[in-house]
């Protein structure tokens, strides 16, 4: 079964700082994509960055960044310079054919509060 | 703004009733996604159409029903709700479907509230 497992419920970061959230992955394939999304309070998702499993290269997206570790089966985000207005919660998600075709399958996701 | 639209953006109807969630995708976009997301069972994928079939069915129950229409908009359908519906549906569009790749994008929601 496909799994995203994101142990962090929730993450406190001052502002103009570096976070990085985590995220793990479980399939047996090796064709897969993995997103990012961000979800603050008025409830939209907002799609924030991709990487794919044969990309060689960590996505960059602006203040994004991924730090893919493909051995290990992890892609956490990078959040440079926070700031105030991303607090908000942030789901990973993995894209890959199965039962669900191509459907996204979420985290738990990750709540991230940034102070002044 | 993604490009996604759904209406309406709130629902509030009452047990045993049948609302209907619309959205039209992005523009380019063959793929529609529907998800519900809800406090105890997080985001899940409820059922994908592509260019107007059918292409995957998720933890859709069978009072909950879907199609898309020749101008790629789409309806999904909650007959005999109970308390348990209420939610944040989700719709998402990406312009193919069928690859692992393609990157899909979310409407606003639809809050939908049974009482």
């Known amino acids: 079964a496909q799994k995203i497992t994101q142990t962090q419920p929730g993450m406190f970061v001052q502002e103009k700082e570096a976070v990085t959230l985590d995220c793990t992955y479980d399939?047996?394939?090796?064709?897969?994509?993995l997103f990012w999304y961000k979800q603050p309070s008025s409830g939209e998702m907002i799609f924030l960055i991709y990487?794919?499993?044969?990309?060689?290269q960590n996505a960059t997206e602006g203040r994004y960044s991924l730090n893919f570790q493909k051995a290990r089966k992890s892609t956490n985000l990078v959040i440079s310079a926070s700031q105030l207005g991303d607090s908000a919660m942030y789901f990973c998600?993995?894209?890959?054919?199965?039962?669900?075709?191509?459907?996204?399958?979420f985290g738990k996701g990750t709540s991230l509060l940034v102070t002044p | 703004d993604s490009g996604v639209t759904q209406t309406p953006k709130h629902l509030i109807t009452a047990t045993g009733q049948r609302v209907t969630l619309r959205c039209s995708p992005r523009?380019?976009?063959?793929?529609v996604y529907w998800y519900q997301q809800s406090l105890d069972q997080g985001l899940q994928f409820l059922i994908h159409?592509?260019?107007?079939?059918?292409?995957a069915k998720g933890n859709i129950l069978e009072r909950f029903s879907a199609q898309q229409f020749p101008d790629l908009h789409s309806e999904l359908n909650l007959s005999s709700l109970e308390l348990g519906d209420s939610a944040l549906y989700f719709c998402?569009?990406?312009?193919?479907?069928?690859?692992?790749?393609?990157?899909?994008?979310f409407g606003p929601g639809t809050r939908l509230t049974v009482l």
């Open positions: 998402a569009s990406s312009e193919l479907g069928s690859m692992s790749t393609d990157t899909q994008y």
């Open positions: 399939t047996s394939d090796q064709s897969y994509g």
């Open positions: 990487q794919g499993s044969y990309d060689e």
């Open positions: 998600a993995m894209r890959v054919f199965s039962n669900s075709g191509y459907a996204l399958n």
């Open positions: 523009s380019g976009d063959l793929s």
């Open positions: 159409y592509y260019n107007g079939e059918e292409r």
